[in-house]
């Protein structure tokens, strides 16, 4: 018994080394600007920096653009998958992991080769942007929100609700909505993350964007480029906890995982 | 004109006949029961009438109105589900008060009309709680008055007792059978027991296959099963094989014994096989008193069920039960030990295949 027991927390440690290591050397690192003492100098200055605001403001507003089509696309998806046609869930599924299979770049490519030229004219606005964002999100939007419709009898709330006279709009927003809270919550928050980091789009279409500043600062500086990776971890870990912290509510309700 | 007419209804899934010419009216604030094994068509018949299944032909009239094609949320029909189905989101009062919100009631008139079906269902203090505080016993009540609530031309109930124990079950039924003659609402009640369809039912609809096999009232079902299938499901029986000795004196041979039986035998001849069978409760001893029919056993098995004593004998090559009433001062036979049973012309049955 004993000797398992090491052997887990042994495994344990090399994880959390393996984890944490890399983290821990970047912080150590991003606070040495001024030689011989730790000091916030770096992020004093990634902080002042105006370019940085008009950025991550940029990064923040295409993170909830897409997060409120992703979520107007994929809820009523999956729900109506779960509920007609349970059948060409495994297909649905195998579109959104789309992403996963095709690169940011060749996705990016194909979308400026169909949409830059007549008949559909697109580069200039940021839909493109905003589309691409979308499918990135889906695998995780799509299988949140799928596990929050699997954890409730979809079916039978829908018929439930149908008998009490209700119409589609009531039962989409009074019955599964609020139904799948912290599902569409997880997805919302994997996807403001992933927006939030993004490079390949933002940069091969142009738009502004937390990711791109971030190559150019790293291009240009030493320790500017290190605070703002850790100002970027704490975003998505913050995300994590506001999940976690919403999540856990009411007891029956679980926490729909990100896979 | 009855109040909800089922006419030749039928269902189709691909190449599955699921529902195969249904006929019935229902009478208004009658309870009929559709009682059959799982598969046997009776949720179909009951969502057709909901509106979340269309049928494949044939008509549904409520009310004088034709609602075959009409979409379930315009059907005034108040649908209680095995499980439950409650809005979790939402309080008991919430849930009670959702279909009138969708009707735009007044918010005074949900309050009172909320109030009213707590009161039914005997929780007024349990308005405020969420489905996850109550026992599945309560939310099924909870979702007897969401049903009702909207005053409903007709209640469905799909096995609504199914996910309960047998203690809440059988109190719960009479809770559901008292309230339905208050309201005097028209309801079907789905169910694979065949003791909750008997015990609550103006009429029983036997179901097998697709197929209505028998539709009476619970004593008819029982007592005068019509098909072998009928008598098999409903109760405990009692089924052999026997020929036809003389049609004309209702004998019938089984083995090396002849039993005299009340059915009309005319249109049989000497030799013909038949499907006869005897309710186990229909037994007795012969040595207490002699009926038309009096018939040497051994004695195979004995079991004790509680108010009742199931007793196993062999009556020429086969075995039958026979059911006798439990008292302290009951003296039991031994196995193996011969014995006589008898049993009156009218318990001897001929079933049709």
Redesign the interface.
Known sequence: MKKVNIWAWIILLIGIVYFFLPLVATLEFSMRMIKGRYTFEAYRVAFTDPKFFLNFGYSVLWALLTIFFSTVLVVPTAYWVHWKLPKARPFVEFVTLMPFVVPAVVLTFGLIRLYGRPPILLLGSPILLIAGYIVLSLPYMFRAVDTGLRAIDVRTLTEAALSLGAGWVTILTQVIFPNLRVAILSGVFLTFAIVMGEFTFASLLAWPAFGPYMEEIGSMRAYTPQALSVVSFLLTWASIGLLQWIGRGRGQEQVAGAH | MAFLQIENVSKIFGSVEAVKDFNLDIEKGELVSFLGPSGCGKTTTLRMV???ETPSSGRIIMNGEDITQM?????E???V?Q?Y?????MTVAGNIG??LK??KKTPQEIRQRVEEMLALINMPEYGDR?P?QLSGGQQQRV?LA??LA?RPDVL?LDEPLSALDAKIRVSLRAEIRAIQRKLGITAIYVTHDQEEALSLSDRVVVMNAGRMEQVGSPFEIYNFPKTAFVANFVGTLNTATVEVEDPAGGLLRMDNLILKSAENLQEKKKGDKVLMSIRPERLSFASELKKDNVLDCTIENITFLGSVVRIQVRLGNSLFYMDTFNNPFLELPKLGDKSQVTCSKEAVLVLNH
Do not use: H, Q, T
């Not at chain 2, 979409?71 to 059907?75: A, D, I, V």
């Open positions: 909901a509106g979340f979409p379930p949320n315009k059907r029909v108040g649908m589900f499980s189905a409650l809005f979790p989101n959702f279909g969708v009707m969420y996850y979702a969401r049903a909207l469905l």
